[in-house]
């Protein structure tokens, strides 16, 4: 150096090992791993909020971002939800309980769940987008007291589709949420709770809610958030208070790579979680 | 590191071509010793004397294919393998010979070099009755595409590896002109000179470009390849479409032809 | 400091690090590792590649592996100078800077950026240099000297303490005295070249709002359909700053790399997730998120665009799809259509 002085540099991209605990098959091509930090100091250190993401990383197969399901209310352990849909995936359907892989994170903004003390809240999930608000119902469940009326609104293709089927079924049992399980078809003709499209439940909620009080949490496929938002302005919910989680793609999470960029934004800095109110001003958001 | 689950097993095949994917695998210098020991390689038509085709992981297949034999061959190793890979320009796309494709003119050729009848005559019949060169995709699902004219190891090597590993590639198509630009080199279209980087699939490291020589586009066609848009640059620069359309044929085989007739 | 002293003055940076500068290479300029003096080469407008390629190199290893483990590839033990930076470049470090050093730290970059002196020099503007229509003509900090070359002297300036130390080595090279001579002769080659650029854009101030009102612009399709889809823009572009990640394994199928390349988000599957959803599956969205993003977005967010003007996409797109072909488009369309111009 030529002024002779040499900073210490952190490395922002340091992973960390977790070993899995447990692995269960969510659905046909779904699959439910809980892991945990090895190390000590991490397990203490990893906080987070619902709706933020890590990033896996296993040396030779690369890197990918998860959605976090699990709550930070609940510290033992991390649980994600990954569906088979490409080369990465894929591996990971190779681990066993006792493996180990690395990560990194939490990246995004997540919900701010303790801003939404006192309100009403409508978390609405379709499909996959079960994972990442599960951390959210969960955190509403343990801190119920924190809120105002909660309700949670959940579709699936069929019975068989359903993510964290027997989860929620429980979580309707215990009935601490006003729980509403929605499949669009039900071939066995044994669902016990709605069959119909999610959208179908939330006019149901007009009368139950006070929409200025009221936040609404959605995850689910593209097509369903139009629907979704749709129903929510029906019944009066404000547009900065619809709050979506949206995916892109991603190679840094910490606002460098540029591939998850909408407008000036970055999904991994300024998302994943956006207001309706963004996607009416940011194109191409949804 | 990733830990894979078992040494796979390997096999390398060659139909029609010059077999310079295979010659290239064994040019490798470093890696060659290490591609006879990171895998088991069962069949090695350039290194190996002839064997039955054995049950396998993974197939490299390189060449077009050119006879009604060679079709039955691909047919039992796509049986044979989980995983086929279409290894160099030719077995990706047809390669060179893919320009003889037209019936027609195929028929003249045939007669031009074996006279009147235009049929091999039956003591040079070694590999069945020739027909037009396709690329393996034409007959069989192919997991893979490794293209190069021949491959390069470079390219081939962290494709190959990823499979060996039990892992699936990521891909990601590039044209020749990012590789081309991360050598930092000028461009030939812009000072009136052909090249086919802008629709040549990258892999190659823009070798020719970097040696100052136009990319001809040995490496077959790039996924986002915009061929009105390139022809009329070329014609921009002095090629008729004509020409401009027989250079991008050149390698291009069955996507440049689809191409063509679709957009 | 005097035009005679120059070679003592490279001489003497020489054993401060690797020293790289402007070398003509047959059609085109490129920053280049220089042993001779005599091969920098300063009369010149623009390398093909800009300082990031010192910064964010088109391809470098950030991590090895093996089966024991990985490690890190940050340091660079070498000390780095390029010479004959012209203000368009640094003002693109320093946007460069922005991003990479801002609340999250890029180690990789970081590391690169600490061992890189600059020392920049003085230009004159050719028909593609639009930099004073986008404010990075003139420069007063991101370096480390600067160097601007009158007839006989250069006026050295200082712009960092890394700077202050090598002109503290060079001694008695450099003078503090400086006449009134030098003073008013500074002053009339920087009133020439200010009258030199032809590539003068008024539009580019305005450029945030008319990207917004031509959102749904059909030029946005024409720009499309000529696209090659190449990436050159991106790679030659001195602010364009994305990458790719891939982890490469070696024959042995028991050690490899993970290695970053520079990308471009013209490139077909920039924006496809897992399950191959592509939130950008045509040239026209793609070429749209880059002028969107480096002349609107960037202004929202910082300030000031991601353009610096130095030409390069002017220079060495194929088909003529460059910051002033749609600036001038788009300012076009606003005018035509929506009578808001005059």
Known sequence: MIDGKKSKIENTYKSHPVEILGIKDLTSDTRYFKVRF????????????????????????????????????????IEFGIRRVGSFTEAYFKLK??????????????????????????????????????????????????????????????????????DFKAMAARGILDTRLSVDEDPTGEWPYEVGFVTALIPKLAEKINPENTTALICGPPIMYKFVIQELLKINVPKDQILMTLERRMKCGQGHCGHCAIGGRYTCLDGPIFTYYDVQHIKELI | MWKREKKPIVGVFGFSGCAGDQLAILHMEDST???????????????????????????????????????????????????????????????????GEDEETFKERMKYVYGKSGEVPEFLDLVGKPKPAQPISDFIDVDIMIPGCPISAENFVPIYTKLISGLLPQKYPMPVCVECKYEGNDCFLLHGKYCLGPVTSAGCNAICPSMDISCVGCFGTYEGANYPSMISKLKEIGLTEEEAIRKLKLFGGNKVEQALKGD | MPKNVFPDFIELIKTKGKLFGPVKQKSKYSFEEISDVQDLDFDYQRTVLGVKKFLTPPRYKTLSFDKEGTKDIIDEPETNIVIGVHPCDIHAIKILDRLFLGNIIDPYYASKRENLTIIGHSCLPDDKCLCQSTGTDMVEDGFDLFLTELEEYYLVWVGSDKGLALTIAAGDLLSEDISDESIREYVRWQQKRSSMFKAVMPSFKYMADIITLNYDSEIWEQFGEKCLSCGTCSLVCPTCNCFNVDDKIL???????????????????????AGDHDFRPDRTTRLKLYYTHKLKEYIGRWGQPGCVGCGRCVTYCPVDINVITVSEALFGEVCDTKEVCE
């Open chain 1, 38 to 77: 090895m190390d000590e100091e991490m397990k203490k250190q990893f906080v987070y909020k619902p709706g933020q993401f890590v990033i896996f990383s296993i040396p030779g197969l690369g890197e990918a971002t998860f959605s976090i399901s699990s709550p930070p209310t609940r510290r033992d352990f």
């Open chain 1, 97 to 166: 309980e006792g493996d180990t892989f690395e990560m990194r994170g939490p990246y995004g903004n997540g919900f701010d769940m303790e801003s939404l003390q006192g309100r009403d809240l409508i978390i609405i999930a379709g499909g996959l987008g079960a994972v990442p608000l599960r951390s959210a119902l969960l955190y509403a469940e343990d801190r119920r007291e924190d809120f105002n009326q909660v309700f949670f609104l959940n579709g699936a293709r069929s019975p068989e589709d359903m993510l964290f089927r027997e």
């Open chain 2, 33 to 99: 010793i290490d591609f006879f020991t990171s895998a088991d390689i069962k069949f090695f038509h350039m290194a190996q004397s002839h064997q039955e085709v054995p049950k396998m992981d993974i197939a490299l297949v390189e060449g077009s294919i050119n006879t009604q034999r060679q079709l039955r061959e691909l047919k039992e190793i796509r049986e044979m393998a989980d995983i086929v890979v279409a290894l160099g320009t030719c077995a990706c796309y047809g390669g060179i010979q893919y320009l």
């Open chain 3, 251 to 273: 024959m042995n199928a028991e050690e490899g790399f993970r290695e970053r390349m520079l990308d471009s988000c013209t490139l077909p599957y920039y924006s496809m997730v």
